[in-house]
């Protein structure tokens, strides 16, 4: 017997006994958009089953791969001190270089941003997302130039699974907005901890720097640290964890992301062919690599892939600082590091401009890395 499509504020929700060839993506991605109330305004009508369009293919290696975190460890920096010891210092470079080599990914704790302000900053993402479903629809945008950008999956219509998180975009660097044109709920909050997190950021670079065998300066000097958005993500619980993904397996598009991440955790990452989960630590940042730094840095320091497993617990809440200029209009290019390069180490990747990769970014399916599409051939080494 056929069984009835429902639906919720206009979404249609197609239950998994419906044949294929009644679903129709495209119609339902619109559909899901247009409530402009996002995965939270699901959670909010009292669905039991979520919609077709957030089921996510089973991973081939999914079930029985997941490594704990006996297995690997993940580095742990202790940030206290570094610019006052010089052996404290040359340690906490060598390993960020171990990490950044092996894994990509690493956790930095005593960092200097105090608890009480880490714990503001979650609320303001959960006081935002939990807002009245009006006054949210009001914010609901695809418009990358306003001041703050909110809505469920920036590639909606491009990727083929949806995932099971709602996100706002702040892009505090290098052309902040006014203040005043940012929601009063997390107004303050958001200008306060963007100036902080662009101070770590800064301080990560120069190791990173140092970690090249380079001078401290050199990272942000290139632009690295031009460009700051914070990613406001909001995880609902989800009736159905095992059938969609939080975040979809992905490498980042930045120079580095500095996250904070609340203690639901669900956040894995690839090593090398596993997913590691990376465990909350209270206070802690995770720091992982992006693609530009593996491209500048002619991979050397590794981009890898990772994602945000759903699950029943939430809503899960993390916060990302992401360095780049993402999409700003500039004809700066990057490439390899010429003092990186010789002969037994040729460059590996052409140079491209930030916003040409980041186009690249948006336009690909999640898991693909952008700098495959700038590998030089042989002919060209």
Known sequence: MAVAASSVNGLILTPISKADENFHRPTELKAFDDTKAGVKGLIDAGISEIPRI??????????????????IQI?????????????????????????SEKLGFFQLINHGIP?????????????????????????YTRD???????????????????????????????????PLELPEICRGILVDYSNRVMEIGKLLLELLSEALGLNPNYLNEIGCSEGLALLGHYY??????????????????????????DHIGGLQFRHPNKWVDM?????????????????????????????????????????????????????????????????????????ATIRD????????????STLQHLKLSQGDV
């Open 54 to 71: 957030f089921y996510s293919p089973p991973d081939d290696d999914d079930s029985d791969n997941v490594s704990g975190r006996t297995q």
């Open 75 to 99: 580095p742990v920096i202790d940030m206290e001190h570094v610019n006052k010891n010089s052996l404290k210092r040359k340690y906490t470079v060598d390993k960020i270089r171990e990490a």
């Open 115 to 139: 608890g009480s302000v880490l714990e503001e900053m979650k609320d303001a993402v959960r006081r935002f997302h939990e807002q009245d479903t009006e006054v949210r629809k009001q914010l």
């Open 144 to 178: 990358l130039t306003k001041p703050l950008i909110y809505n469920s999956n920036i590639r909606l219509y491009s990727s083929p699974t949806t995932d099971w998180r709602d996100t706002f975009a702040y892009i505090s660097a290098p052309n902040p907005p006014n």
């Open 236 to 261: 609902p619980a989800c009736p159905q964890p095992k059938l969609t993904i939080g975040t979809s397996e992905h490498t980042d598009n930045t120079f580095i992301t500095v996250l904070l991440q």
């Open 279 to 351: 465990p909350p630590v209270a206070g802690a940042f995770v720091v992982n690599i992006g693609d530009l730094m593996q491209l500048i840095t002619n991979d050397k320091f590794k981009s890898i892939k990772h994602r945000v497993v759903a699950n029943t617990e939430g809503p899960r809440i993390s916060v990302a600082g992401i360095f780049s200029t993402l999409g700003l209009t500039t004809s700066k290019l990057y490439g390899p590091i010429k003092e990186l390069l010789s002969e037994e180490n040729p460059a590996i990747y052409r140079e």
């Open 357 to 368: 990769i980041n186009s690249r970014f948006r336009s690909d399916k999640p898991g693909i």
